[in-house]
């Protein structure tokens, strides 16, 4: 099955395909996140 989510942060956004697994699944099921952000580098961190 082929599950595309599109995630925005500020000014930027891409298209990602879901992996199948039931992590992906869980995470898939509450979407949309809408979530206040922290950054470490170049990596993202949000709360689900």
Known sequence: MNHRVRI???G????AEREDNRVAQAIWDVLPVEQSSSTWGDEIYFPV
């Open 12 to 15: 930027v956004s891409l298209e």
């Open 8 to 10: 925005t942060a500020g």
